[in-house]
């Protein structure tokens, strides 16, 4: 039997590996990804296991790559995807090779970061110079044409009448550049701190200046401030230290400011010379990281992995080999053998591995074979819970099953083929989209589900043919089955159009396939006629989904040899639910076919016309809750037949009290059978847990731990009570669940009809060259609101409706879900998560 429809059968196995192959050994493993290896250590803390040191180089290095990964991206250099096949973990002895080049690289590119700082840090203090040396220029020439400045700004600063002699006084001045966020404040806290005895004069940089150490850009602005004495000059420095502003020595003679600017140039070009040539040397030093960088993760994540892994072996007393345990499928042990052995050879040690098959009671983990296609519907199924071992797998029914009823829902031609046409597009560029690896996690919904969008995308269009649903509208074509033709006469003057199959008007030959059109003009019982069609339609498919699930159960009874289960369990439970639920899908079939449109049935002679028309058709439901009540028809209609068919009542009755007795046989069936074992096993001695292991095992269904032990009949008592009353309760209300099939889709074929009378409809009615720029934005607003609301929001909700119908009501029958992944020691898979935490 396939994995797909039942989980791979596994075996756990003791591994010994000769200390000097077990580096190559792991990697063969890891390289072929079938091996789950168990922890021998849970005990040893993770800094006290042999292989810590290693793991640790392996961390220091990682982190190195990090360093250069950071560098490259932030100069923009692209890096290289690696060519052809992922390559091999390098052998131990290389770890050195690596840890060398790469301690050389971090150096040599610290080092490069160290010096360019240095020079752009002295190039911005360079540049600041300049500027100041070229405003304060300005703030001089101001006042005086630039001769006895310092006298002038001394009657500014300390008379109100410029006119006044007060004799001569020489001021001091700080020149500086400061943030230009930060001048409102500074400007404010020096007219405070120093009582208003200072002027200040500031000048913005109309450039913005890179910060060396964050490589940002900032604004500063240029300020000069004048004061006299010392002791002002303190506080005003103090102030400037506060506010971090950079101070420069600035010459009060022009002559002396003139020969410093031209030496500020002067050191400004050899600075952008010398820069230039540490850049050129830094991006050298990163293009040739880049072309490596991703083939050195990969040999050091591979190698980590291997050490990691190391440190679940278990030393043997001599400390020359290694001793692993781990669960392998069965079917694979062959080809581990073969990876080992080619682990040994590429070791070159002489001593062959050895792996042998262990006994346990412990329940195996779960291992589904599954590729791109079948992985996504896995996934739908894992997210409720993993399936418990060997049990049967719901996936590969759920693959048509899961867009059937998401389409029942959804079913509309064109929307149908929008979903589909975005599935294809996305399973068409499969490998450039995966090859670009966009970070959005709502894309990698949509595009780890493309070929279940796909699916739903198609059968949507079948079930929209079935409606005869193309965005509310429908297709003729194969020609209604009435005879008025309906034209726009005919439809002018009835504006509620009523549709009565009785009438002369229908040619008594129903459409080929699907709904016959003239159903959408009949908007007096258009929904009456649909709604009643899709309820039974819903109840059906809901009916023959759980019995299928029952069905299922079956299945996993005979392979895991529950007998009684079959008997207690299976039996009552596919009776209960086929004698009332099944029978109520056969009389929605028997009125379908023995019940009909019959013209001039009014009045008629003929009693058998009169019988089989619809006037004479009984309600399913008012049927099936009068069975329920041991009830009849306490209103006949005249001419009509009670029953639908001879006997139908003894039938009913006989069903219903058939159904009823199967309660107590599923409430006390099974304690029963158990407290009888119990008994026989206690009057015959206990058989020995290891011998009733080997021998549960030995057809190859596994027999879970606890079914050994003697279980107490409370216990049991009270869970079959429980799922007794569940599995009752449930076939009610599961069954009234699936009428979401009917619900959604008139919500969905009401929305569309909405979306088109009240916008395209008014568009497609308009006249003129005004008619067309007006059904331009009506289509576009139509457009809009058919993909957003209809085509997204209602397939998201059909979607997630479908999901609750498997999960609850389909696999509640026969899904255990309490097992746990078989997760591998995989190279692939350790790569792609490392892969995607980076992104």
Not at 496 to 501: E, F, K
Not at 534 to 539: D, E, N, V
């Amino acid at each position: 039997m396939g994995s797909l429809f039942r989980s791979e059968e596994m075996t756990l196995c003791q591994l010994f590996l000769q200390s000097e192959a077990a580096y190559a050994c792991v990697s063969e493993l890891g390289e072929l990804g079938l091996v789950q290896f168990r922890d021998l250590n849970p005990d040893v803390n993770a800094f006290q296991r042999k292989f810590v040191n290693e793991v640790r180089r392996c961390d220091e290095m990682e982190r190195k790559l990090r360093y250069l990964e950071k560098e490259i991206r932030r100069d923009g250099i692209p890096m290289l995807e690696i060519p052809g096949e992922c390559p091999e973990a390098p052998q131990p002895r290389e770890m050195i090779d690596l840890e060398a080049t790469f301690e050389k690289l971090e150096n040599e590119l610290r080092e490069v970061n160290q010096n360019a700082e240095a020079l752009k840090r002295n190039y911005l203090e360079l540049t600041e110079l300049k500027h100041i040396l070229r405003k304060t220029q300005v703030f001089f020439d101001e006042h005086e044409g630039g001769a006895n400045t310092t006298e002038s700004m001394t009657r500014a600063l300390i008379s109100d009448d410029p006119n006044r002699h007060m004799g001569q006084v020489q001021l001091g001045f700080v020149a500086g550049v400061i943030l230009r966020e930060r001048i409102p404040a500074f400007e404010r806290m020096l007219w405070r701190a120093c009582r208003g005895n200072v002027f200040l004069r500031q000048a913005e940089i109309d450039t913005p200046l890179e910060d060396p150490s964050s490589s940002d850009q900032v604004y500063k602005s240029v300020f000069i401030i004048f004061f006299q004495g010392d002791q002002l000059k303190t506080r005003v420095k103090k102030i400037c230290e506060g506010f971090r502003a950079t101070l420069y020595p600035c010459p009060e003679a022009p002559a002396d400011r003139r020969e410093m600017a031209m030496g500020v140039m002067t050191r400004i070009e050899d600075l952008n010379t010398v820069l230039g040539q540490t850049q050129d040397h830094r991006h050298r030093v990163l293009v040739a990281a880049a072309k490596n960088i991703k083939n050195w993760f990969v040999k050091v994540r591979k190698i980590k992995a291997i050490y990691h892994t190391l440190n679940l072996f278990n030393l043997d007393v001599t400390q020359k080999c290694l001793i692993a345990e781990c669960w392998v499928p069965v079917l694979d042990m062959e080809t581990i053998q073969l990876a080992l052995r080619r682990g040994t050879e590429r070791s070159g040690s002489s001593v062959p591995p050895i792996l042998n098959r262990m006994e346990t009671l412990e329940d195996p983990p779960t291992y589904n074979r599954t590729n791109k296609f079948t992985g996504a519907f896995q996934n739908l199924i894992n997210a409720y819970g993993v399936a418990t071992y060997r049990e049967v797998n719901p996936a590969p029914y759920t693959i048509i099953t899961f867009p059937f009823l998401f389409a029942v829902m959804f079913g509309d031609l064109g929307h149908g083929a929008l979903m589909a046409a975005f599935g294809f597009w996305m399973c068409y560029k499969e490998k450039p989209l995966q090859a670009k690896k966009i970070d959005s996690e709502i894309w990698n919904i949509f595009f780890g589900g493309r070929y279940i969008i796909f699916l739903m995308g198609l059968f949507s269009m079948y079930t929209g043919l079935i409606y005869n649903d193309i965005f509310s509208k429908s297709l003729n074509i194969f020609g209604s089955s009435w005879r008025n033709n309906y034209n726009v006469s005919t439809l002018r003057e009835n504006r509620m159009l009523q549709l009565n199959p009785d009438s002369d008007d229908y040619i008594q030959t129903p459409y080929p396939f699907g709904i016959d059109p003239v159903w959408q003009l009949a908007e007096a019982n258009k929904i009456i006629f649909m709604n009643a069609y899709k309820m039974k339609i819903s109840i059906i498919i809901g009916v023959f989904h759980m019995l299928f699930g029952v069905c299922l159960s079956l299945w996993n009874h005979i392979y895991f040899k529950r007998r009684i289960s079959i008997y207690v369990e299976f039996v009552p439970q596919i009776v209960f639910l086929t004698l009332l639920f099944f029978y109520m899908v056969l009389l929605m079939f028997i009125k379908w076919t023995s019940y009909g449109a019959t013209p001039g049935h009014f009045g008629s002679d003929d009693p058998e016309i009169v019988k089989s028309s619809a006037y004479c058709a009984p309600s399913i439901l008012i049927t099936f809750i009068n069975m329920m009540l041991f009830k009849t028809d306490a209103n006949p209609r005249p001419q009509c037949e009670e029953t639908m068919f001879a006997g139908q009542l003894v039938f009913q009755k006989l069903f219903v009290i058939v159904a009823l007795l199967c309660v107590p046989v599923l409430l006390f069936g099974k304690p029963y059978f158990v407290m009888k074992e119990q008994k026989e096993r206690a009057s015959q001695g206990a058989q020995p847990l290891e011998a009733a292991a080997e021998n549960g095992s030995a057809g190859g269904a596994p027999v879970p731990a606890s079914q050994h032990h003697d279980e107490d009949i409370t216990e049991v008592f009270i869970h079959q009570a429980i799922h007794t009353i569940e599995y009752v309760l449930s076939s009610v209300s599961h069954t009234a669940s699936y009428l979401r099939l009917w619900a959604l889709s008139l919500a969905h074929a009401q929305l569309a009809e909405v979306a088109w009378n009240m916008l395209l409809r008014k568009g497609l009615m308009s006249l003129g060259y005004e008619g067309g720029v007006f059904l331009y934005v009506v289509f576009a607003g139509w457009a809009a609101i058919s993909i957003s609301i209809l085509v997204l929001m209602e397939g998201l909700s059909a979607f997630l409706h479908t999901l609750r119908l498997h999960w609850v009501e389909f696999q509640s029958k026969f899904y255990a879900g309490e097992g746990y992944l078989f997760q591998p020691f995989s190279f692939e898979v350790i790569l792609d998560s490392a892969g995607q935490t980076e992104e």
